[in-house]
Structure formats: structure tokens, C-alpha cells
């Protein structure tokens, strides 16, 4: 028996004050500091407290001073608390220090250096149960789990954590509503820490002394996402995602709960540099995936955003035999080795969002012959990429999963872009009792259904680039062919967006969303124009360094070929930016305000620069400190013009080069909502 949406929100609205019921302030008193650990440059400090009546909490300091402030921890559990009565039983601490390879990334190396502290803890009244309470300290952060030892047959159910962040200091912070109908595709707010709401994760903060501060988690398995809640002050607490049956996570111990995360640096630049997420989660469990490359994708996309195709049969149809043969020759043309097809497979006609019942992930529509198709791009050196969207009908996407990469493998496609269009709570899929039910997009089910859909793309050799998903927590560290996701509010907001995404949206993102992971957000429309010719709010060189700002192994080039071919000095700069890097250097920045990044091309010696502005033009200093000692490099500057602005001088562009060296300066003017990309090439014997 389904359940509504509107009763889910109304469940999620009474559970909210519910918990305002018991989370008055926590000051503990005669509190007994019982294990305290520091990072290994001894610059992040925890304690872990207990006071009298057994309730157990941690602190943060930071450089000696306090940065997250008393905050409880335990579960509110399906048959009790684990809040009061609660007693040390033991500590331990070890070091670690290695560093590990990504396949693809930002960076080819990651430096995994911390200091752990496990702390168990036991119930004195009661069941008398236990649990550990692990701590890893980085120099960017830190992150602390539950672990639940073997506790018999029966599971553990969890109605709620009463994990807290209680930050010290005064600050602004940034985030996005949860428990809304559109995900986590929402414009941010920026307000006092006080007046945060109720949000989704990351929540970044900048505190009063210029410290910032990501709340996040890592290793999103088989538990619900974790939103936060103020409380009062500025006390956070996590509110989970809620599930589709009883308690919002089920599971049978021993288990461990995901990372609960803390980034930490001196200013916005330190944050965006941060690997604390990707560290939390397990090494590879894949082995050798060098069937996936990464790479830049052309694709039948952005034409129906503008409605003059459909994803639907008909005469607009957009994903005909034709018109993808045109899209794979303009990829073939310009160096692209992906081609995306959207609307191919029967079940786009009719009433198909949030239902998905119609969809056939191996049956085409008359005018798409995929082999054919298939064939022709291999010939061209392209590969088509796959379109599995399920409208949020996990339940008729899972019994067809295994024949539908089964095909694609047969068919030689190695990347899937999976779709959950439907509004939050209103994922379709079956309990452990078989009947169908509703659920959020970020609860326990679905973290579930992403991993097997992640693990059964990997026996296939495809990877996944997820749409409407859970949120990013690293888990592309474990599972490399989860190259992706989108999870934010992306391009397609400026072609029908109310309003469109404004200059501030990419700034805020880079210190926000983008620390948990890859965007597929696909920039690049060089058109500035989305339907019926609405403005982006954009300059033409802001959108050519967003393919640097914005990190993903997958890259779209996804305006329309002939818009390409409208403005060949810009679209030079996106043939030649690379997608995979062996080291990232974020220059400077400030949320929402701007933001430069420097990438240094994997297996190549090119650098590429991108720096973005918000709707105040700026001017900023760049030393070129990231250049190799002792070289000349060749600078290909695509910049905003004199005269350049988002409002009416979106066009006004200039493409420069000048030779450079390590040492210098470089002088980078932005204009309002504009942009500056550089390519730096190393110039032979000099």
C-alpha cells in the first residue's frame, strides 16, 4: 500500500517536534573527560566526556581554542536509549599513514595520515549493551561512527541518532533545505549559523575568526542520510533520513554507522582542498578499472531542455538515428569520446515523471537502432554513453537491471547516466515484505539500490553517473566506476529555471556540494541562452572555466553543434581542456563570492587555470607558484572582455597568449558574473 508524499512530510514534520520535545540544551555537569586524542600535527584536539548521569559527549578544539563545543552523542533505538547511564570501559589509539592511488581524481596520490582513538563505551543499567565510539583526526578534520559489536539474532533498529555539532563560534553559513519535494536541487542560503533550518549535508559555516567549517559524512552504506536540525544556538543535530518501514535504519550487528565529518581549514581555498572524505571510505574493492576513462561527452540533451525535441516519440523526437549520427560526427570532429543519448527506450510517452511504470531499459523506439548506432560511433572512435532513467521506480528498474547491462556491454557501452526523477519521498520500490512502497531518495533503501546498481555495473564493466542520487559521501573511492553525480541544482536550471541559477550558484557550490564529491553539472553553453532565449546569467568565458572549476572525470559539451561552431575561439579552450589530473591546487576563493582553480593534466605536463566571480566584477593576484621550476609555459588566456558583464555583455570575450614562469603574478580581472580560463603548455628548451 503506497504512501502518500504529503503524509511522509507531515510524519517527517511531527517527528521534528517530537525531538524538540527532549533536545533542550546539553550542558553537562561534573562532566569527566575520559579519552582525548589530537591530530598528527597536533592542531585538532578531542575530547570525549561523561558526566554523572552517564551521558556521553565530545568536544573540539583547534589550534587551543574551542571549535565545536560539548555536543552529545548516542541512538535513540526501537527498544531503548543510548543516552543516559552510559560508562567508559576502555581506550586505545594508533596512527596511520599511507598514501594510495586514485585511478582518476583531482589528485593522482592521497596522502591518508591520522590518528585514531576508539573509545567503548557500556550501559550500567539495563540490557547492559556496548558500543565503540571511533574517532579519526586529520590535519583537514576529522570523523567519528558507532560501531555495534555481534548482538544476537534480533536487528538493531534505529529511530533516530542524538549526534550533535555544537560549533563554538559565531559565523555565516551556508546550505540547502531537506525534506523538500526537489531533493537537493536548491539555491543556497547564506545566513547566520543561528538561522539555519533544517538542512541537508554539506553544511559549510565561516566563522567569526575566518575558520571554515563542512559538516558532511563519509561512507554512506546501508544507513539512511543524515540531515541536520538547529536545535538552539548553534547546536546542530542529525535527523536521518526516514526509511520505509520501522525505524529508519534496520540492520543486524556487527555493524558500523557512516562517518560523521568535520572539515576544517583556515579559509574557503584550505576547504576545497580537503580529502578527508574520500580518506573515510575503504580503498578499492573493484581491483583494476582501466576500462573506464575518463572524458569529455557531447549528447542528445540540452535540445529538449529547450523543448525543441522531446524525449517522447513523435516528430520531435530527439533521440532518432539521425540526429544521434549528427551528435557522434561533431564528437568524432572534435576530439570527444562520448556521445549521450536521452529518450531512446520505450516509456517517455505519456505521464512519466515520478511514475516510470512504461519504461523498457532494453526496448527502443523504431527511429533509434542501437546496434546500428553502436557501430557507427566505435567506427568514429566514440562510444555512445547509456540513459537509464527510472522516474523514480526503483522496483521496475531492479527487475530489469541485469538484462539492461547486459545490453550495453553487448553493445560496447562502458558509462550509464542514471535518472531518479520523482519528488523526494516518492521513490518507488518493494520492502523485505514484497509489496511496493514509497521512500525518500536518501534513506536506507536507496542507499542500498545505489550500491547494487554501483556493483552490478562493475561485472559489466560500465560505470555509473548518477541523477537525482544519494548524496555524495566518497564511496567513488571504494567503488571507482561511481565516476559522478549530480546532486545539486545544475545547468538545465538555465534553460527553465525559476528563477535561473545566479552568478553566485558555481561559487557556492565549489565550497559546498563539490566537497563531497564530483558534479556532473555540465558547463559549457556557449549560447548563453536557454528556452524560449532566456539570459543565462553568464558571461562566454565564465562558462569555458567552470570545466576547471567544477570537477567531474566526465565532462559534457552540451550545447547544440552549431553553437560550437558560432564561437570557435572559446570552443578551442574546450577541446583542449583535459578531464583527469594528477594535482589540484585551489588558488583562492570565497563561498559564494569566487573562486580559482588550478589543474595539472594527468599523464601531460599542461596546466589549466579557472577562476569564476559572483555578480561583482573583481580583480584577483594569482601567483604562478604551481609551474615547475625552471620552465617557460605557453599561457592561452580566454578572458571577459572590457566591457563584459551577465546582464547585457555576455558576449564581450578576448583569447591572448603570453609566455610565463614560475614566480610571477598573474593579474586576473573577472567581470560581474564573469570568468578567466588559461591553458599553460610547457614551450620546448625554454
Known amino acids: 500500500m503506497f504512501v502518500s508524499f504529503r503524509r511522509q512530510r507531515c510524519a517527517m514534520a511531527a517527528a521534528l517536534s517530537l525531538w524538540a520535545l527532549f533536545l533542550a540544551p546539553f550542558e553537562p555537569a561534573r562532566a569527566a573527560t575520559v579519552a582525548e586524542a589530537q591530530s598528527p600535527d597536533g592542531s585538532l584536539r578531542v575530547s570525549v566526556v561523561v558526566e554523572d548521569e552517564g551521558k556521553l559527549s565530545y568536544r573540539v578544539d583547534r589550534k587551543g581554542v574551542a571549535l565545536i563545543a560539548d555536543s552529545r552523542l548516542g541512538m535513540l533505538l526501537g527498544n531503548g536509549r543510548l543516552e543516559r547511564n552510559l560508562a567508559f570501559v576502555s581506550k586505545s589509539t594508533s596512527p596511520h599513514d599511507d598514501t594510495w592511488e586514485q585511478p582518476w581524481g583531482e589528485r593522482q596520490f592521497v596522502r591518508n595520515r591520522y590518528n585514531e582513538l576508539r573509545v567503548a563505551i557500556g550501559e550500567t543499567l539495563g540490557a547492559k549493551r556496548r558500543f565503540d565510539v571511533v574517532f579519526r583526526l586529520y590535519e583537514d578534520g576529522l570523523g567519528f561512527r558507532y560501531e555495534f559489536p555481534e548482538q544476537g539474532p534480533e536487528p538493531v ?351 557556492n557550490l565549489v565550497f559546498t556540494r563539490l566537497l563531497a564529491g564530483p558534479m556532473d553539472f555540465t558547463p559549457g553553453i556557449l549560447s548563453l541562452s536557454g528556452a524560449k532565449g532566456m539570459p543565462i546569467q553568464s558571461t562566454l568565458a565564465k562558462q569555458l572555466a567552470l570545466y576547471v572549476v567544477l570537477y567531474s572525470p566526465i565532462q559534457m559539451v552540451p550545447d547544440l553543434p552549431e553553437h560550437y561552431e558560432r564561437y570557435p575561439d572559446a570552443f578551442q579552450f574546450i577541446k583542449d581542456v583535459a578531464v583527469d589530473w594528477s594535482d589540484t591546487r585551489v588558488l583562492n576563493g570565497e563561498v559564494g563570492d569566487y573562486a580559482t582553480v588550478a589543474r595539472k593534466q594527468r599523464g601531460g605536463d599542461d596546466w589549466f587555470l579557472g577562476s569564476i566571480s559572483d555578480e561583482n566584477a ?49 593579474s586576473i580581472r573577472l567581470a560581474p558574473g564573469g570568468g578567466q580560463a588559461i591553458r599553460f603548455t610547457p614551450v620546448d628548451g625554454r
Not at 548553534?234 to 557512516?258: Q, W
Not at 603570453?658 to 614566480?663: F, I, P, Y
Request: charged fraction near 25%; hydrophobic fraction near 40%; charge should be negative.
Open 157 to 507: 533498529v534505529i529511530e533516530e541518532e542524538l549526534t550533535e555539532f555544537n560549533l563554538a563560534h559565531e559565523g555565516t553559513a551556508w546550505w540547502i533545505p531537506a525534506g523538500e519535494w526537489n531533493r537537493e536541487e536548491y539555491l543556497y542560503h547564506r545566513t547566520p549559523i543561528e538561522a539555519i533550518g533544517f538542512a541537508q549535508t554539506p553544511v559549510t559555516a565561516k566563522l567569526a575568526d575566518g575558520t571554515h567549517v563542512s559538516i558532511h559524512e563519509a561512507a554512506l552504506v546501508d544507513y539512511s542520510g543524515m540531515n541536520l536540525v538547529r536545535v538552539d544556538g548553534r547546536r546542530l543535530k542529525s535527523v536521518l533520513t526516514p526509511g520505509e518501514g520501522v525505524g529508519k535504519v534496520v540492520r543486524l550487528a556487527p555493524f558500523h554507522t557512516p562517518w560523521r565529518t568535520v572539515q576544517v581549514a583556515d579559509d574557503a581555498s584550505g576547504l576545497a582542498m580537503s580529502s578527508l572524505i574520500l580518506n573515510l571510505n575503504e580503498p578499492n574493492k573493484l581491483g583494476n578499472v582501466s576500462w573506464f576513462k575518463p572524458m569529455k561527452y557531447a549528447g542528445v540533451w540540452w535540445e529538449m531542455h529547450l523543448d525543441s525535441k522531446t524525449w517522447s516519440s513523435g516528430p520531435r523526437h530527439g533521440a532518432t538515428n539521425e540526429n544521434v549520427i549528427r551528435h557522434i560526427d561533431f564528437a568524432a570532429k572534435n576530439g570527444f569520446k562520448g556521445v549521450l543519448v536521452e529518450g531512446w527506450n520505450l516509456g517517455w510517452d505519456g505521464h512519466w515523471f515520478g511514475d516510470g511504470g512504461e519504461f523498457d531499459f532494453t526496448r527502443s523506439y523504431p527511429d533509434f537502432d542501437l546496434p546500428k548506432l553502436s557501430a557507427y560511433a566505435k567506427s568514429k572512435g566514440v562510444q555512445l554513453i547509456g540513459h537509464h532513467e527510472t522516474a523514480g521506480n526503483v522496483a521496475r528498474y531492479e527487475s530489469q537491471l541485469d538484462a539492461a547491462l547486459a545490453l550495453y556491454q553487448r553493445m560496447g557501452v562502458n558509462a550509464v547516466k542514471t535518472g531518479y526523477v520523482a519528488d523526494a519521498g516518492d521513490i518507488q520500490l518493494r520492502g523485505a515484505d514484497g509489496k511496493l512502497r514509497r521512500a525518500w531518495h536518501e534513506g536506507q533503501d536507496m542507499a542500498r539500490h545505489h550500491l547494487k546498481v554501483v556493483s552490478e555495473a562493475a561485472k559489466h564493466h560500465i560505470a555509473i553517473n548518477a541523477h537525482e542520487p544519494i548524496k555524495s559521501t566518497g564511496l567513488r573511492r571504494t567503488y571507482p566506476n561511481w565516476i559522478s553525480n549530480e546532486g545539486a541544482r545544475g545547468m538545465e536550471y538555465n534553460a527553465w529555471g525559476k528563477p535561473p541559477n545566479p552568478p553566485e550558484h558555481e561559487a
Open 618 to 666: 573583481r580583480t584577483l593576484k594569482v601567483p604562478l607558484d604551481f609551474l615547475d621550476v625552471g620552465k617557460t609555459y605557453r599561457a592561452e588566456i580566454y578572458r571577459d572582455g572590457a566591457d563584459a558583464h551577465w546582464k547585457d555583455e555576455r558576449f564581450s570575450f578576448a583569447r591572448e597568449s603570453r609566455d610565463v614562469r614560475r614566480g610571477e603574478v598573474l
